[in-house]
């Protein structure tokens, strides 16, 4: 079955380290999106790519990083300059706007 | 610029009666809208979607919406309540002509909690 898939589930940091979150979709969408959630927040957009080798910030990129060498792979690194790190992170894709998001299932990260 | 109001934070039902969550938007073009379901430590569902074709929108788990341009509002129904409804919702908007959606704007959830 088509889909996203985010790994891991569960990740802890330790003070001053980067750590990176995997995003993989097999269905074909151009477009990939990382949002960052926190309790009564709702969404915020940190990156997203539109196509292979080109990716743009989005509303809260600082302390983040992302690569899109591969139509398939989004994946966020959080760097140690991300000061408040702990958060869940979800990746999305899209094919268009009028069809909408196809989120994972998500990563929640926690800085020990 | 476009902006999303979900006018109530937490909304309590009783199993089997209705659900009503609401959610207005500002839009400055033809928006495109959507409802998405998150259940606890998962991510979002897709529910339903507006995008300029029949103003009332049948989507999943017996869900509908129903976009009123005049009151710029795209309220979440449904008849009857399941305890496996209990979730966050959110609306979302994009209005601004783009081929990928960079431009949705997420409103910042309804707690739906279902009573037995």
């Known amino acids: 079955d088509g889909g996203i898939t985010q790994s891991p589930k569960y990740l802890f940091r330790k003070e001053g380290q980067n750590v990176t979150l995997s995003c993989e979709q097999n269905?074909?969408?151009?477009?990939m999106y990382w949002y960052r959630q926190d309790p009564g927040q709702g969404l915020r957009l940190i990156y997203y790519?539109?196509?292979?080798?080109?990716?743009q910030k989005g509303d809260i990129a600082e302390g983040y990083s992302v690569s899109r060498e591969k139509k398939e792979s989004f994946p966020l690194t959080v760097t140690s300059a991300q000061k408040n790190p702990t958060a869940f992170y979800l990746c999305?894709?899209?094919?268009?706007?009028?069809?909408?998001?196809?989120f994972g299932s998500g990563t929640r990260l926690t800085v020990v | 610029a476009q902006s999303v109001t979900q006018l109530d934070s937490h909304v309590s039902v009783s199993e089997g009666t209705p659900v009503l969550l609401r959610c207005n938007y500002s839009?400055?073009?033809?928006?495109?809208l959507f409802w998405y379901v998150q259940h606890p430590n998962k991510g979002l569902q897709l529910l339903l979607k507006?995008?300029?074709?029949?103003?009332l929108v049948k989507g999943i788990n017996g869900f509908e919406a129903e976009f009123k341009k005049s009151e710029t509002s795209f309220h979440l129904t449904k008849p009857s309540a399941h305890m496996s409804d209990a979730a966050e919702y959110f609306c979302?908007?994009?209005?601004?002509?783009?081929?990928?959606?960079?431009?949705?704007?997420f409103g910042p959830g309804t707690r739906l909690s279902v009573l037995p």
């Open positions: 999305a894709s899209s094919t268009g706007q009028t069809y909408g998001y196809t």
């Open positions: 269905l074909n969408h151009d477009a």
């Open positions: 790519s539109q196509i292979v080798n080109d990716f």
């Open positions: 839009s400055s073009y033809s928006p495109s």
């Open positions: 507006y995008t300029s074709a029949a103003t």
């Open positions: 979302v908007v994009s209005d601004l002509p783009d081929n990928y959606g960079q431009n949705f704007v």
